[in-house]
């Protein structure tokens, strides 16, 4: 079991960074394939980026590639989402999750935990 935190969120200005990391307050990542996603009100949580649990596969959503990066640490327990050139529409609760290894996971339904997620705010 592993239970993880998001912090990083706040307010930034449209082509401001900003960068979220997501740590394991019990457990370790390293035994987890990870992922971000994001959720505004009234819509489905969307997929962001997805990680493995050794950094070798990476995937983004069309949305955010080429803006974002998805990065981990395993030594310290700790996943990062770089998010450069934000626009208004990135303004969303970003959440972390923790998934099973040997597979690509792009959905939330396949992720097993989650952090409480932090919001991020793009003003234009």
């Known amino acids: 079991q592993v239970q993880l935190v998001e912090s990083g969120g706040g307010l930034v200005q449209a082509g401001g960074s900003l960068t979220l990391s997501c740590a394991a307050s019990q457990g370790t990542l390293r035994n987890y394939a990870m992922g971000w996603f994001r959720q505004v009100p009234g819509k489905d949580r969307e997929f962001v980026a997805f990680?493995?649990?050794?950094?070798?596969?990476?995937v983004y959503s069309d949305s955010v590639k080429g803006r974002f990066i998805v990065s981990r640490v395993n030594a310290k327990n700790t996943v990062y989402l770089q998010m450069n050139s934000l626009k208004p529409e990135d303004t969303a609760v970003y959440y972390c999750?923790?998934?099973?290894?040997?597979?690509?996971?792009?959905?939330?339904?396949?992720?097993?935990?989650w952090g409480q997620g932090t919001q991020v705010t793009v003003s234009s």
């Open positions: 999750a923790a998934g099973r290894v040997g597979y690509i996971l792009t959905t939330p339904k396949e992720y097993t935990y």
């Open positions: 990680i493995s649990w050794s950094g070798a596969n990476i």
